[in-house]
């Protein structure tokens, strides 16, 4: 099975209710998909947001990593040689990794229809049902304990709450839901870098002294602050994860080395695709850190394929949130994982089981 061409669509897809973090409001999935065709007529299938202020990447960014840099390197190139090709992609260009992860995810996906298995038994295998959270946009306080409150009534057991816009109001909306929904969801925040360390602190401690009990907080403060990302970790009792200050298996060593965090965030669009989080979750198991697995703004293509990796690494991807497919209004995806509320399943099929993406508009080749 040989690469024969790569091709680029733009999948539009809105949103249920906007997405607001202390980062950015978003109202629509506008992703850039990759397939990648062979001469067996087998296609793959990759996805990237252009999440631009977190990983930098941009519509216009990805498309061109992928046209002038990754594609003619991997045209021609043999399914079967996997490791050949991560290593062709991942070194065709610096960051990028929103483009890398797209074109990663589609190469994964037809190495598992070559061998006519899904992805996660190419993985190592597992349990195919896992259980994600739902994000809950930061918002005045009525809205977000009313969206929290809808949330455990359509069964998700643990929540992602927005903070990181003010550090007063922010410790009022979780004292708020967490009255709201004490004992029926588990609480994790996410800051989104909105706050200094020493208003973390304050903040955790403040909810802690008031009896509120956290999952885990992600990302209180900015993601260069690694100083102050470890400051926070050494002073709550909450474990604190990296997201944004965490993107590949280098950082993640040094991250650990220091302590700066408890749980690290693994997000396919960070690490540049697969190859390179299964590295990460193979450093934090090796160290006993535990991993969360997220997602940007994406539909169930490319989430598909971070469920897959979920459930081969399960021993140290302990926490899921990969609620992208869930926020969307509806599914683009014939076939693939099945996403239903909290309850996520990979079926047998092969590779990522992608049989068509609706409503998919087409761009150039590659
Ligand atoms: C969608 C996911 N639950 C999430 O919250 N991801 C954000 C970043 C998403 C974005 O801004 O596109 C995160 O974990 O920071
Ligand atoms: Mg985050």
Same mark, same amino acid.
């Given at each position: 099975?040989?690469?024969? @061409?790569?091709?680029?669509? =733009? ?30 007529? +087998? ?17 216009? %960014? ?11 390197? !991997? ?21 990028? %990794? ?34 994600? @959270?739902?994000?809950?946009?930061? /918002? ?56 200094? *360390?020493?208003?973390? $602190? ?6 802690? /002294?008031?009896? $509120? ?15 102050? !990302? ?10 604190? =994860? ?11 060593? @040094? ?36 991993? =969360?697995?997220?997602? =940007?703004?994406?539909?169930?293509? %490319?989430?598909?394929? *971070?469920? +897959? ?36 399943? $990979?079926?047998?099929?092969?590779? !990522? ?6 409503? !998919? ?6």
């Amino acid at each position: 099975m040989k690469i024969t @061409d790569i091709r680029f669509g =733009m999948l539009r897809v809105p949103l249920k209710t906007p997405f607001k973090t202390a980062l950015r409001t978003v109202d629509t999935v506008e992703d850039i998909v990759v397939t990648i065709h062979t001469d067996t007529g +087998h296609v793959g299938y990759g996805e990237a947001p252009a999440t631009a202020p977190i990983t930098g990447d941009t519509h216009g %960014s990805i498309v061109e990593a992928i046209r002038k840099f990754i594609s003619p390197r !991997l045209i021609g190139q043999e399914i079967a040689n996997l490791n050949r090709i991560t290593g062709l992609i991942q070194g065709a260009i610096e960051k990028n %990794s929103s483009a890398k992860a797209a074109v990663e995810i589609a190469v994964y996906d037809l190495f598992g229809q070559l061998y006519g298995a899904p992805l996660y038994k190419m993985l190592g295998g597992g349990d195919p049902v896992i259980t994600t @959270d739902l994000t809950i946009s930061v /918002d005045y306080i009525e809205k977000m304990v009313a969206d929290s409150i809808a949330a455990v009534d359509r069964g998700f057991e643990s929540l992602k709450i927005k903070v990181g816009k003010d550090i007063g109001v922010d410790i009022e909306r979780v004292k708020a839901i967490y009255a709201a929904v004490e004992g029926r969801a588990l609480l994790r925040l996410d800051a989104n870098q909105g706050w200094t *360390a020493k208003q973390a $602190v304050y903040a955790l401690q403040t909810l802690e /002294d008031a009896g $509120v009990r956290l999952e885990l907080v992600e990302q209180p403060v900015k993601a260069q602050d690694l100083e102050g !990302l470890k400051y926070v970790t050494d002073r709550v009792h909450t474990p604190i =994860m990296a997201d944004e200050s965490v993107f590949g298996p280098v950082e993640v060593i @040094d991250l650990i080395r220091m302590r700066a965090a408890d749980i690290i965030n693994i997000k396919l669009m960070k690490t540049g695709g697969l190859s390179k989080a299964i590295q990460i979750a193979d450093i934090a198991a090796m160290y006993g850190v535990e991993c =969360m697995i997220g997602c =940007m703004i994406e539909t169930s293509i %490319s989430v598909a394929a *971070a469920v +897959h990796l979920a459930v081969a690494k399960s021993n140290v991807i302990t926490k899921v949130d990969l609620d992208g497919p869930s926020l969307c209004a509806f599914n683009p995806v014939d076939g693939g994982v099945i996403f239903n509320e909290s309850e996520i399943t $990979v079926t047998d099929a092969p590779g !990522l089981g992608i049989r068509e993406i609706r409503g !998919l508009e087409t761009l150039a080749a590659a």
